[in-house]
């Protein structure tokens, strides 16, 4: 309390927060400068924000769980949470590029300007009762978050306004934005956000995303960008048996260049990822199909290498249309840049990650693990949740294929890290109901206070210190811009593809809504569903799937 005292008293004759202050003290080899007592007491104080605020993050990570909603149709998510921010201060803009789920809220004044994201949606067919370690839906065939992207804005939303109160109290200048990952499962709108210049004037960005380790990285990302396009083929209509002759096939079209990309693959390198689904096939046999339509993702570890595949794409759409005499038009639905992540940034939260270190799993969690991953068959080294810290992720030597995530445009935009954070458990194979089961129980709650504490007190170091601000951009501007020109993939007049999953999500709405949590009767929707925790399979020899193995 005294000590509490002195600094208050230094704050007022104005001594405190200047950086020669603190340069001058480090250069007297004075143990702690009288700022990083303030940054440190600070952060203690903004922790136990959190810890207060949990039974928040609770609800908040349930609630958007049980809505499960699919990209661009996440219209009860972004209300629910855009309320939330409205009742706490923040202004909101709606509906930013035209997409009507995505939002822009912001509070405070001055810079720096610092922006906070997740993702938002769910994977199809994934919908799977919390804490129960075996394929048990709670909506048959509807979508569910087996991503996990229910607890990433939850997680922002807490460390926001924690933060925020703190910023209040000590007049501590500085903007915060908090901006969702609509469809970030068809990578669909943050390159519509940087086209359309929303990052323009912000400063640097934290993301994080739902992981089983609390984590950071710099530099190059495993994994790759992608472009997702839909070649559409549009023929001529004829009866199937009494004028086969006078049609000309759209399906054929699609046919022949899914055929066509499969002996191409031969011809490309290791590295890429390609891969696609017929999303019209025409509509009955004895109609010669008019129009037909196939959705590629083209995926590779670098920009240049992504547009090649791409423009070979094109060359195939073409050679199809022109053995079945039908035109093609393409539809860019998504696009993502591979993920560059900012050394300054992600080294200042590793410290803090240190400081906040994992979870404290209870036995509970862990049985509820192992089940899970003995069910799913889980590679053998993977072994119940982390208890070990990932040491910081360092760039990649050689280029690592895999996954993507449009947040690489926002990386390429701007200084950017993104935060992983232990809500889910290792092991499981990735869009995939078994990566719903974690992500409205104990495991996802405790994960995500841990990752707002590490966010929460990130946000402190670079609000009360621009000159980390000023380092984080001098490392964007000299490893990333001088090297490589970031442009959008989607062109001045694409558009977010905000129809898609429309269908799917006017059939089950109206069933998944008598499942949405109701946090006024419930302590937790494990409660509400009636879940014993965890709910293992009991095997043939009396004992249970969690066992140790
Ligand atoms: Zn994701």
Same mark, same amino acid.
């Given at each position: 309390m005294k000590k509490h005292n002195i600094l208050i008293t230094l704050l007022i004759l104005g001594l405190l927060g200047t950086q020669s202050l603190a340069i001058a003290q480090k250069s007297k080899k004075t143990p702690v400068s009288a700022a990083d007592a303030r940054l440190a007491t600070l952060k203690k104080e903004v922790v136990q924000k959190i810890d207060n605020n949990a039974k928040m993050a609770q609800v908040m990570v349930d609630k958007v769980f049980s809505f499960a909603e699919l990209g661009f149709q996440e219209t009860e998510t972004s209300k629910y949470l855009t309320d939330i921010l409205k009742k706490n201060g923040f202004t909101i803009e709606y #509906?930013?590029? &035209? $997409? /009507?789920?995505a939002w822009w809220a912001k509070w405070g004044n001055g810079s720096p300007v610092i922006a906070l994201g997740s993702d938002l949606d769910c994977i199809p067919k994934a919908s799977q009762k919390p804490g129960v370690a075996y394929h048990d839906p709670i909506v048959d065939g509807a979508p569910g978050h087996g991503e996990g992207h229910n607890a990433g804005n939850p997680l922002n939303i807490i460390s926001a306004l924690a933060v925020k109160e703190i910023m209040e109290r000590e007049k501590i200048p500085g903007t915060l934005i908090l901006w969702p990952g609509v469809a970030e499962e068809l990578v669909g709108t943050k390159a519509y956000f940087t086209r359309d210049g929303y990052?323009? =004037? $912000?400063d640097m960005c934290i993301f994080t995303h739902v992981s089983n380790n609390l984590g950071v990285s710099y530099g190059q990302a495993w994994g790759t960008g992608l472009v997702s396009v839909e070649y559409e083929f549009e023929g001529e209509a004829a009866h199937a048996a009494g004028a086969p002759w006078r049609g000309r096939s759209a399906l054929d079209a699609v046919e022949l260049m899914s055929v066509g990309w499969q002996y191409q693959r031969e011809h490309l390198d290791p590295l890429q990822r390609s891969h696609h689904v017929i =999303?019209? &096939? #025409?509509?009955? /046999?004895n109609v010669v199909p008019s129009k037909a339509s196939i959705w590629f993702y083209f995926r590779h570890v670098d920009y240049p290498r992504i547009m090649e595949l791409y423009e070979k794409g094109n060359r195939i759409a073409d050679g199809a249309a022109m053995m079945t005499g039908t035109t093609v038009k393409r539809k860019v639905l998504g696009s993502a840049w591979p993920r560059h992540f900012n050394k300054v940034i992600a080294e200042k939260m590793y410290d803090n990650i240190k400081q906040v270190g994992l979870p404290e799993w209870s036995e509970e969690d862990q049985m509820l693990a192992r089940a899970i991953q003995k069910e799913v068959k889980a590679p053998n080294d993977t072994i119940g949740l982390a208890v070990k810290l990932d040491t910081l992720g360092l760039p990649i030597k050689n280029p690592v294929s895999g996954g993507s995530d449009d947040i690489g445009d926002i990386s390429w935009k701007l200084p950017t890290v993104t935060l992983g954070f232990p809500s889910n458990i290792p092991g499981l194979p990735g869009h995939h109901w078994a990566n719903a089961v974690a992500m409205a129980t104990p495991i996802a709650h405790k994960g995500v206070v841990a990752g707002a504490k590490a966010e929460a007190m990130t946000l402190l170091d670079f609000f009360l210190n621009p000159k980390l601000v000023a380092d984080a951009k001098e490392y964007f501007r000299t490893e990333q811009g001088m090297k490589q020109k970031y442009t959008p993939m989607v062109s001045e007049t694409d558009k977010p593809a905000?129809?898609?999953?429309t269908e799917i999500m006017e059939e089950f709405r109206p069933r998944l809504q008598k499942f949405y949590y109701d946090e006024t009767k419930y302590g937790s929707y494990l409660e509400q569903l009636g879940i014993k925790y965890p709910t293992v399979r009991v095997t043939s020899s009396g004992g249970t799937n969690g066992g140790k193995k």
């Open positions: #509906g930013i590029s &035209g $997409v /009507p789920t990052f323009d =004037k $912000v =999303k019209n &096939g #025409g509509d009955q /046999p905000i129809y898609l999953n």
